[in-house]
């Protein structure tokens, strides 16, 4: 719904269905003109009005709407973080593997082929592990002030 008033008489408001839009302000003018026709305006628009004078009327978003919102916003990080925590904890112990095979690569033994490219096909798991675990530290901090949105939103009134 738009809404709309008139500088000169800021108490009238006009309600159209719809968003803003040339269309819709031609029919608040059309109940502007409804409202003077009937006598029901007291303002005098002495040199003419136009649609595009007429003010639109944002309403004002309410603080439940806003605590909301709030609540909406920490139950999908507190989802974002168990969504990650399941990803770290599935790619774990390969990565953990992986790393221990890193170390040949700084040893004096020799390696085969064959392991070098076992460590290749590796690091894309490890460095996914990695990129996980670090989404997860920031998720998980995060996380602490959702988990303080929902504790206050849960607590009982009459405490």
């Not at 800021?10 to 269309?23: F, N």
């Not at 490890?126 to 996380?143: D, G, P, T």
Request: charged residues 30%; hydrophobic residues 40%.
């Amino acid at each position: 719904m738009a809404q709309y008033t008139l500088a000169q008489s800021p108490e009238i408001i006009l309600t159209v269905p719809g968003k803003d839009s040339a269309k819709a302000r031609e029919k608040a003018m059309d109940q502007l003109m409804e409202l003077m026709d009937a006598g029901k305006l007291s303002t005098e628009l002495e040199e003419g009005f136009s649609p595009q004078q007429l003010i639109e009327v944002k309403e004002a978003i309410t603080e439940s709407a806003s605590a909301e919102d709030a609540i909406t916003q920490a139950v999908q990080v507190l989802n974002n973080l168990a969504t990650l925590k399941l990803k770290v904890q599935e790619s774990r112990t390969e990565a953990l593997e992986i790393r221990k095979a890193v170390d040949v690569l700084f040893s004096d033994n020799s390696v085969t082929e064959e392991e070098i490219t076992h460590l290749k096909e590796g690091f894309k798991i490890l460095k996914n592990f990695a990129q996980a675990n670090l989404r997860y530290q920031e998720a998980r901090a995060k996380a602490e002030q959702a988990r303080q949105v929902l504790d206050q939103a849960l607590k009982s009134p009459d405490k």
